[in-house]
């Protein structure tokens, strides 16, 4: 399995037969284009990915919640790639105003298990990071289709998921969000981890070792690899840097994280974007 990270929380798994995306977010518009502009998916961007990453057996894109670093360039893979979208009504919306068919959405409220070609994958509801003054719309939904370009505040939140899958007897865990749902992972053990980290760092130390708890402690990893640690206010296809300290301290949130696996004797690798990992 090739494990492909492009930034943010999205990831791409290529089995060599079936591709199946989490998230989808490549375009990352610049932060004053966040805050004054609008956003809107950028086809050269999104076209040099599904090239060089020949993303032509995409299956399924699942969208964890509905701001825009998660979905805003699902509708566009989906059409050029010819993929469903699977996400909230939120979520599906987005696809909607993109002119995605209606055959083409599943939503997480009628069904939370999906079997596709070798992926078994179980949607779990979980909890977005803390709201700050940037995502003061946790719980709220996107109602009616979302056509780009849209203002930043026309992408909320509208529910957030993880997600749990198997391919050939392994098991994948990705939880892009820093929070945790008390007893929500107790009895779902996994060998790889995937773990959002924005938020980690300006945490209390009793909620951040109780992160730790629910999360390394409950579901026993091999290996815990970091998400949503880079600014994705930057270029995909520029220098990678981290988020800017005035959202996050991510140096110390990686160390956090890195510190834990090492008392648990578990394997910690941070995924550089556009690189793979053969797992």
Not at 34 to 51: Q, S
Not at 85 to 114: C, H, T, W
Request: charged share 20%; aromatic share 12%.
């Amino acid at each position: 399995m090739l494990i492909t990270y492009l930034g943010t929380t999205t990831l791409l798994f290529d089995n060599g037969v079936d591709q199946i995306m989490f998230d989808c977010h490549v375009t990352r518009p610049s932060l004053g284009g966040y805050l004054f502009g609008t956003l809107y998916t950028d086809p050269v961007v999104a076209d040099r990915v599904i090239g060089q990453f020949r993303i032509d057996r995409l299956k399924g894109i699942f969208i964890s919640h509905s701001h825009h670093d998660h979905v805003l360039d699902a509708p566009y893979f989906a059409k050029q790639c010819h993929a469903n979208i699977y996400g909230s009504p939120s979520a599906l919306n987005v696809a909607r105003g993109g002119s995605i068919s209606v055959d083409k959405l599943f939503s997480f409220q009628d069904q939370m298990e999906y079997e596709i070609g070798s992926f078994s994958i179980s949607v779990l509801p979980s909890i977005h990071s803390k709201a700050h003054w940037y995502n003061e719309d946790l719980g709220q939904t996107i109602d009616t289709p979302l056509i780009q370009p849209a203002k930043k505040k026309a992408f909320k939140e509208g529910g957030s998921f993880d997600f749990y899958f198997t391919h050939h007897g392994k098991h994948y865990l990705i939880r892009p969000s820093y929070n945790f749902c008390e007893g929500q992972l107790d009895g779902i053990d996994t060998d790889v981890l995937f773990l959002g980290v924005g938020g980690l760092s300006r945490d209390s130390k009793e909620r951040q070792n109780k992160f730790f708890y629910e999360t390394l402690d409950r579901t026993h990893p091999q290996l815990v690899i970091p998400l949503h640690w880079d600014n994705f206010f930057l270029p995909l296809y520029g220098k990678i840097k981290e988020l800017p300290r005035i959202a996050e301290n991510t140096e110390k949130s990686l160390s956090l994280l890195k510190d834990a696996c090492v008392a648990r004797n578990i394997r910690y690798v941070v995924q550089q974007p556009l690189t793979g990992l053969d797992m």
